[in-house]
């Protein structure tokens, strides 16, 4: 019976979400506990890692893993993943491409709202007996007609542009791949060929890209100088494309308004995390792509791809195959 081994520790309902979408002839594990050699330990019977989390699948999981036919992420980021030395070993990955792009992208506008509209100081302030209402509402701030910078044009950039539709605003995009221009009349989008010059652009900006080595820390002491004083910055993609000294420098000395972040450059945050000390820092645990829908339909996915995979029948793998 082929066993499938979940690369992170679920418990309570996602694990119960998990089991319930493998078919009877397939087993399933997750981690007995959240350690690499932990990992080591399990996967060394494992047919197929079904990998999220932070756990690397290098070459010491390769190499203990003799039966493993394929990788199947729950997600789209491969950051965990060895990808030489997965090559070496000839084992395909196949990611969960847009599957949750829905859901990551209503977060990133709710995250949008509740910087403009200062939701969290004001909704401590209404619990704690402080009612000014003139003077709490003449600080907030409206979407219509504000430009939002998107850095990054896949399911979620687009998305998130047809959603600020509605609001009237400003949508502007960067991205290596530019979309055609049918494309960007429907989705009401201006192209703007670099990061670099998107920045001094924007009321809002947004990342929706990958983490490389070529983009880790993008935005940092450099990139902020240039941009509007007041900004607001939200980041559902990856914590490691922004730099954290420089996030908290910038909200300190009032350059920017707002930072809303649902990823960190540390996953968990630790309680030295310096933003989770400001008023103006809104905090979520990497949770965008994870509604009760979002998650069922990746592991849902996921599961059926091996499944497929399983079965020999290639050309019903709905992911995008990396490897």
């Known amino acids: 019976m082929p066993k499938i081994l979940h690369t992170a520790r679920y418990t309570g309902e996602p694990w119960e979400i998990l089991k319930s979408v493998v078919p009877s002839g397939f087993t399933v594990e997750t981690l007995e506990e959240l350690s690499y050699d932990c990992l080591l330990s399990q996967a060394v019977d494992a047919d197929y890692l079904l990998v999220s989390g932070r756990l690397p699948i290098d070459e010491g999981i390769l190499s203990v893993a003799k039966h493993l036919k394929m990788i199947q992420r729950t997600g789209v980021g491969t950051e965990m993943l ?12 196949y990611v969960n491409g847009g599957i949750n792009a829905r859901s990551v992208a209503e977060h990133t ?36 007609g504000k430009t ?26 960067t991205d290596l791949f530019r979309l055609s221009e049918e494309q ?34 993008m935005l940092d002491a450099d990139a902020i100088k240039k941009m509007k004083d007041g900004a607001i910055i939200v980041n559902t993609a990856r914590g490691k494309l922004i730099e954290p000294k420089a996030i908290f420098e910038a909200l ?59 079965n020999h029948n290639l050309s019903q793998i709905k992911d995008k195959r990396i490897v």
């Open 184 to 217: 960007e009349g429907d989705l009401c989008l201006t192209y703007v060929p670099s990061f670099e010059e998107i920045l001094h652009q924007v009321d809002i900006l947004s990342f929706h890209c990958p983490l490389t080595l070529e983009n880790k820390g």
């Open 148 to 173: 939002v910078g998107l850095v990054g044009m896949g399911a979620i950039g687009r998305l998130v542009a047809t959603y600020l539709k509605a609001f009237r605003a400003k949508t502007i995009y």
């Open 82 to 93: 060895d990808l030489e030395a997965i090559k070496r070993h000839e084992i395909p990955i």
């Open 252 to 310: 300190s000395n009032g350059k920017l308004r707002t930072v809303a972040l649902d990823v960190h450059y540390e996953e968990p945050i630790q309680k030295e995390y310096e933003l989770s000390k400001l008023d103006n820092v809104i905090l979520t645990p990497h949770i965008a792509g994870l509604t009760y829908e979002a998650f069922h339909s990746m592991m849902a996915g996921a599961v059926e791809n091996i499944v497929s995979f399983e």
């Open 109 to 144: 506008l709710t995250l949008m709202l509740c910087c403009l509209k200062n939701i969290p100081q004001i909704d401590k302030q209404v619990k704690s007996g402080i009612w000014k209402k003139q003077q709490t509402g003449v600080v907030c701030k409206e979407l219509y």
